[in-house]
């Protein structure tokens, strides 16, 4: 296992590189001048303007710049922020929990309604429990995010007042950020209703986030349960009597369980795409949100960090997918 997974790290180093360079150039082809968007409506004389971008290093040539981005990032130093000049290292561990609390949420309704919708489609091929599901299915994953978000903020939020439009919690209530986590805070805090009021700002985000990934789960589990229940083993646990039960969940699941792994690893990278959109919407404070208005902003420190840090948790996501496949499947890190 410990060779499987150095084999997996070293193949990472050049995606890495291949990231900063990206992160690093990807900004910089956006038109504008930092400066000026920085200062506003307030104009500056040439000689002050000047000594802004020698100040903040941005008169190097591109190559002395880049070099001295990756000496930062080597001592874990993400650079300051052009227009707060505060820590962006800081900026982001105040924003990335709120984040992780939605792609989370959002990962696990998409999990639990995708398996099962998945499995049932399966055990009742062809009749129109399937047919439903695999319609349901097609089209969510083919509604576009702010499309989706907007009719859900439109019919439960305007329409009916069952869920609140942006935020993450209540003006209500004072509840203090212990965690990061508004739920686990609103937990703790002990306040009445705030957990609910917590819960109630976080539904509508994570399912628009969501739906696209249960979709594609419960497609995945539909098409690898079908491939399963005709192997032979399948067949032999049935002729021994076993409960349809055990032999569906602790058979036929299992082994079904390997492809869908591989999805809600490659969905990852949709769910952090996807959440710059959520967040936009539905005004969440995570890094999706920080990141547009970074760019509207021109500031390179943040966009650079943000891009970097995104890529990072998609690349660590889909290493943890890796290890899983070696612990449910042990012939996989044997090949490797």
Not at 11 to 24: E, M, N, Q
Not at 229 to 242: F, H, P, S
Not at 266 to 272: A, E, K, R, V, W
Not at 311 to 317: E, L, S, W
């Amino acid at each position: 296992m410990f060779k499987f997974l150095l084999h997996k790290l070293a193949t990472l180093l050049p995606t890495l590189l291949g990231i900063t360079i990206v992160a690093f150039g990807l900004i910089r082809l956006v038109p504008g001048d930092p400066i000026e968007v920085m200062m506003g409506e307030r104009r500056l004389d040439p000689e002050a303007h000047a000594e802004l971008v020698r100040r903040m290093g941005l008169d190097q040539p591109l190559h002395v710049q880049y070099l001295d981005y990756v000496g930062k990032l080597l001592h874990g130093d993400l650079g300051q922020s052009l227009v707060s000049r505060a820590p962006v290292s800081a900026e982001f561990a105040a924003l990335f929990p709120a984040t992780v609390e939605l792609a989370l949420t959002a990962l696990l309704l998409a999990l639990s309604l995708g398996l099962l919708l998945g499995m049932a489609a399966s055990l009742r091929r062809g009749s129109l429990l399937d047919q439903g599901v695999m319609g349901v299915a097609t089209v969510g994953y083919s509604m576009p995010v702010f499309w989706w978000g907007l009719i859900l903020i439109m019919y439960f939020s305007v329409g009916l007042g069952w869920t609140p439009v942006s935020g993450r919690i209540s003006i209500e209530y004072d509840v203090a950020r212990v965690s990061g986590f508004m739920l686990v805070d609103a937990w703790l805090s002990g306040e009445a209703g705030a957990f609910k009021s917590a819960c109630l700002h976080l539904l509508l985000p994570a399912l628009v986030l969501g739906t696209s990934t249960m979709a594609v789960v419960a497609r995945m589990t539909r098409s690898s349960m079908l491939e399963v229940l005709r192997e032979d083993y399948i067949r032999t646990a049935q002729a021994k009597g076993l409960k349809p039960a055990r032999i569906v969940l602790v058979h036929a699941l299992r082994n079904a369980l390997i492809p869908v792994l591989t999805v809600v690893g490659m969905q990852t990278g949709s769910l952090l795409a996807g959440a710059v959109l959520t967040e936009t919407i539905f005004s969440w404070p995570g890094i999706g949100k920080w990141l547009i208005d970074s760019i509207g902003r021109r500031d390179y420190p943040v966009v650079q960090a943000g891009i970097l840090i995104s890529a990072c948790t998609f690349i660590a996501v889909n290493l943890l997918v890796d290890v899983l496949y070696g612990v449910v499947n042990p012939r996989i890190r044997s090949k490797s």
